[in-house]
Protein backbone atom coordinates (compact mmCIF):
# COMPACT_ATOMS: atom_id res chain seq x y z
CA UNK A 1 0.00 0.00 0.00
CA UNK A 2 1.23 3.79 -0.27
CA UNK A 3 3.00 4.93 3.01
CA UNK A 4 5.40 8.01 3.58
CA UNK A 5 6.52 8.09 7.18
CA UNK A 6 8.96 10.07 9.25
CA UNK A 7 11.87 8.58 11.84
CA UNK A 8 11.61 11.59 14.23
CA UNK A 9 8.99 13.82 15.08
CA UNK A 10 10.98 16.58 16.67
CA UNK A 11 14.70 17.87 16.07
CA UNK A 12 16.19 20.88 17.72
CA UNK A 13 19.56 22.09 16.05
CA UNK A 14 21.71 24.99 16.95
CA UNK A 15 21.01 28.40 14.37
CA UNK A 16 23.84 28.20 12.07
CA UNK A 17 23.70 24.49 12.16
CA UNK A 18 22.88 22.19 9.41
CA UNK A 19 19.60 20.06 9.41
CA UNK A 20 18.86 16.83 8.28
CA UNK A 21 15.11 15.50 8.14
CA UNK A 22 14.55 11.79 7.61
CA UNK A 23 11.85 10.47 5.34
CA UNK A 24 11.14 6.37 4.38
CA UNK A 25 8.53 5.36 1.92
CA UNK A 26 6.84 2.83 0.58
CA UNK A 27 5.58 3.01 -2.94
CA UNK A 28 8.46 2.95 -5.15
CA UNK A 29 5.92 3.40 -8.41
CA UNK A 30 5.99 7.40 -7.36
CA UNK A 31 7.37 10.01 -9.90
CA UNK A 32 8.22 12.31 -7.89
CA UNK A 33 9.40 13.23 -4.18
CA UNK A 34 9.00 16.89 -2.60
CA UNK A 35 9.54 18.11 0.83
CA UNK A 36 6.57 21.05 2.26
CA UNK A 37 7.00 23.35 4.75
CA UNK A 38 4.39 24.36 7.01
CA UNK A 39 4.26 27.01 9.55
CA UNK A 40 1.96 27.53 12.77
CA UNK A 41 -1.48 28.52 10.89
CA UNK A 42 -0.40 27.84 7.72
CA UNK A 43 -0.85 26.03 4.56
CA UNK A 44 1.93 23.70 3.48
CA UNK A 45 4.64 25.55 1.17
CA UNK A 46 6.50 23.80 -1.72
CA UNK A 47 10.52 23.43 -0.89
CA UNK A 48 11.84 20.91 -3.26
CA UNK A 49 11.09 18.03 -5.37
CA UNK A 50 13.32 15.48 -6.71
CA UNK A 51 12.53 12.90 -9.38
CA UNK A 52 12.76 9.08 -9.36
CA UNK A 53 15.29 8.74 -11.49
CA UNK A 54 17.68 11.22 -9.67
CA UNK A 55 19.73 11.07 -6.24
CA UNK A 56 20.63 14.39 -5.59
CA UNK A 57 19.51 18.10 -6.24
CA UNK A 58 19.31 21.43 -4.92
CA UNK A 59 18.35 24.42 -3.85
CA UNK A 60 19.05 27.63 -1.92
CA UNK A 61 20.15 25.98 1.39
CA UNK A 62 18.33 22.58 0.44
CA UNK A 63 19.24 19.74 -0.76
CA UNK A 64 17.15 16.81 -1.50
CA UNK A 65 18.70 13.16 -1.57
CA UNK A 66 16.67 9.93 -2.59
CA UNK A 67 17.82 6.45 -2.11
CA UNK A 68 15.73 4.04 -3.54
CA UNK A 69 17.75 1.10 -2.25
CA UNK A 70 16.24 1.73 0.93
CA UNK A 71 13.82 3.96 -0.03
CA UNK A 72 14.99 7.20 1.89
CA UNK A 73 14.38 10.43 1.39
CA UNK A 74 16.34 13.58 3.37
CA UNK A 75 16.23 17.17 3.39
CA UNK A 76 19.38 19.16 4.26
CA UNK A 77 18.96 22.74 5.32
CA UNK A 78 22.52 24.50 5.50
CA UNK A 79 23.11 27.14 8.22
CA UNK A 80 19.70 26.92 9.38
CA UNK A 81 18.45 30.05 10.45
CA UNK A 82 14.68 30.52 13.02
CA UNK A 83 12.52 31.14 10.33
CA UNK A 84 13.58 27.52 9.19
CA UNK A 85 10.84 26.40 12.27
CA UNK A 86 8.32 24.88 11.10
CA UNK A 87 6.64 21.06 10.69
CA UNK A 88 8.82 19.22 7.59
CA UNK A 89 6.86 16.70 5.74
CA UNK A 90 7.73 14.60 2.58
CA UNK A 91 5.45 13.78 0.03
CA UNK A 92 5.14 11.87 -3.27
CA UNK A 93 2.61 12.25 -5.76
CA UNK A 94 1.07 8.85 -7.24
CA UNK A 95 -2.13 8.34 -9.09
CA UNK A 96 -3.79 9.45 -12.18
CA UNK A 97 -4.42 12.88 -10.68
CA UNK A 98 -0.93 13.65 -9.50
CA UNK A 99 -2.28 13.26 -5.65
CA UNK A 100 0.34 13.84 -2.81
CA UNK A 101 0.35 11.24 -0.40
CA UNK A 102 2.04 12.93 2.54
CA UNK A 103 4.33 11.73 5.76
CA UNK A 104 3.63 12.32 9.36
CA UNK A 105 5.62 15.30 9.90
CA UNK A 106 9.08 16.45 11.86
CA UNK A 107 8.93 19.57 13.61
CA UNK A 108 12.27 21.42 13.25
CA UNK A 109 13.10 23.55 16.32
CA UNK A 110 16.11 25.99 15.66
CA UNK A 111 17.59 27.20 18.95
CA UNK A 112 19.30 31.22 18.68
CA UNK B 1 2.25 32.45 -9.04
CA UNK B 2 -0.66 33.77 -7.24
CA UNK B 3 -1.47 32.62 -4.18
CA UNK B 4 -4.72 30.96 -3.45
CA UNK B 5 -7.74 32.24 -1.10
CA UNK B 6 -9.97 29.91 1.39
CA UNK B 7 -13.18 31.32 2.98
CA UNK B 8 -14.33 30.79 5.54
CA UNK B 9 -10.52 30.69 7.83
CA UNK B 10 -12.88 29.40 10.59
CA UNK B 11 -15.81 28.23 11.13
CA UNK B 12 -17.84 26.57 13.98
CA UNK B 13 -21.20 24.32 12.99
CA UNK B 14 -23.48 21.73 15.35
CA UNK B 15 -23.25 18.35 14.06
CA UNK B 16 -25.31 17.43 11.83
CA UNK B 17 -25.77 20.55 9.78
CA UNK B 18 -24.39 21.59 6.04
CA UNK B 19 -20.79 23.46 5.55
CA UNK B 20 -19.47 24.91 2.20
CA UNK B 21 -15.71 25.71 2.08
CA UNK B 22 -14.86 28.20 -0.46
CA UNK B 23 -11.91 28.25 -2.21
CA UNK B 24 -10.34 31.10 -5.20
CA UNK B 25 -7.79 29.90 -7.67
CA UNK B 26 -7.05 31.22 -10.66
CA UNK B 27 -9.33 30.68 -13.32
CA UNK B 28 -7.19 28.76 -16.16
CA UNK B 29 -5.43 26.25 -14.28
CA UNK B 30 -6.77 22.55 -14.49
CA UNK B 31 -6.21 20.64 -11.30
CA UNK B 32 -7.83 21.17 -8.12
CA UNK B 33 -7.47 19.71 -5.14
CA UNK B 34 -8.60 18.84 -1.03
CA UNK B 35 -6.86 18.15 1.73
CA UNK B 36 -7.55 18.05 5.01
CA UNK B 37 -5.38 18.03 8.30
CA UNK B 38 -6.73 17.01 12.04
CA UNK B 39 -4.69 18.71 14.50
CA UNK B 40 -1.66 17.26 15.10
CA UNK B 41 -1.94 14.83 12.19
CA UNK B 42 -0.23 14.60 8.92
CA UNK B 43 -2.28 16.12 5.61
CA UNK B 44 -4.67 13.90 4.15
CA UNK B 45 -5.51 14.04 0.27
CA UNK B 46 -9.74 14.25 -0.09
CA UNK B 47 -10.21 14.88 -3.87
CA UNK B 48 -8.65 15.70 -6.80
CA UNK B 49 -10.56 18.00 -9.64
CA UNK B 50 -9.94 18.05 -13.04
CA UNK B 51 -11.68 19.59 -15.78
CA UNK B 52 -14.85 20.15 -13.60
CA UNK B 53 -15.15 16.62 -12.68
CA UNK B 54 -13.97 14.55 -9.66
CA UNK B 55 -10.40 12.89 -10.82
CA UNK B 56 -9.76 10.61 -7.81
CA UNK B 57 -11.30 10.62 -4.17
CA UNK B 58 -10.06 9.31 -0.90
CA UNK B 59 -11.84 6.35 1.44
CA UNK B 60 -12.14 10.00 3.57
CA UNK B 61 -14.14 11.62 0.87
CA UNK B 62 -17.54 9.67 1.01
CA UNK B 63 -21.06 10.69 0.44
CA UNK B 64 -21.19 13.42 3.17
CA UNK B 65 -18.94 15.21 0.69
CA UNK B 66 -19.03 16.95 -2.50
CA UNK B 67 -17.12 19.27 -4.61
CA UNK B 68 -18.30 21.71 -6.95
CA UNK B 69 -16.79 24.71 -9.33
CA UNK B 70 -19.95 26.73 -10.12
CA UNK B 71 -18.73 29.54 -11.99
CA UNK B 72 -15.63 28.66 -13.53
CA UNK B 73 -13.18 30.34 -10.98
CA UNK B 74 -14.90 29.36 -6.95
CA UNK B 75 -13.98 25.87 -5.87
CA UNK B 76 -16.33 24.47 -2.92
CA UNK B 77 -15.89 22.01 -0.72
CA UNK B 78 -19.38 20.61 0.81
CA UNK B 79 -20.43 18.62 3.87
CA UNK B 80 -23.37 17.41 3.92
CA UNK B 81 -24.23 16.68 7.32
CA UNK B 82 -21.33 17.22 10.19
CA UNK B 83 -19.68 14.81 12.07
CA UNK B 84 -17.34 15.66 15.44
CA UNK B 85 -14.20 13.62 13.51
CA UNK B 86 -15.08 16.67 10.48
CA UNK B 87 -13.27 18.68 12.45
CA UNK B 88 -9.99 19.61 11.00
CA UNK B 89 -8.00 21.90 8.97
CA UNK B 90 -9.51 21.92 4.97
CA UNK B 91 -7.02 22.87 2.99
CA UNK B 92 -7.36 23.76 -1.20
CA UNK B 93 -4.23 23.32 -3.26
CA UNK B 94 -4.11 24.03 -6.98
CA UNK B 95 -1.29 22.53 -9.75
CA UNK B 96 0.98 24.50 -11.35
CA UNK B 97 -0.36 26.18 -14.75
CA UNK B 98 1.86 23.31 -16.53
CA UNK B 99 0.45 21.01 -14.94
CA UNK B 100 1.00 18.82 -10.92
CA UNK B 101 3.11 16.24 -12.19
CA UNK B 102 5.96 17.18 -10.23
CA UNK B 103 4.14 17.42 -7.07
CA UNK B 104 4.30 21.07 -6.77
CA UNK B 105 1.40 22.50 -5.78
CA UNK B 106 -0.19 25.69 -4.04
CA UNK B 107 -2.47 25.38 -0.72
CA UNK B 108 -4.38 27.96 0.61
CA UNK B 109 -3.61 28.84 3.93
CA UNK B 110 -6.85 26.43 5.08
CA UNK B 111 -10.35 26.86 6.34
CA UNK B 112 -10.42 25.44 10.15
CA UNK B 113 -13.55 23.70 10.73
CA UNK B 114 -14.68 22.98 14.63
CA UNK B 115 -18.15 20.66 14.64
CA UNK B 116 -19.75 20.55 18.24
Known amino acids: GESVGLHLPTLSVQEGDNSIINCAYS??????FIWYKQESGKGPQFIID?????DKRQGQRVTVLLNKTVKHLSLQIAATQPGDSAVYFC???????????FGSGTRLLVRP | EPEVTQTPSHQVTQMGQEVILRCVPI?????FYWYRQILGQKVEFLVS????????KSEIFDDQFSVERPDGSNFTLKIRSTKLEDSAMYFC??????????????FGEGSRLTVL
Open chain 1, 91 to 101: AENTGSSYKLI
Open chain 1, 27 to 32: NSASDY
Open chain 1, 50 to 54: IRSNM
Open chain 2, 27 to 31: SNHLY
Open chain 2, 49 to 56: FYNNEISE
Open chain 2, 93 to 106: ARGLAGGPETGELF
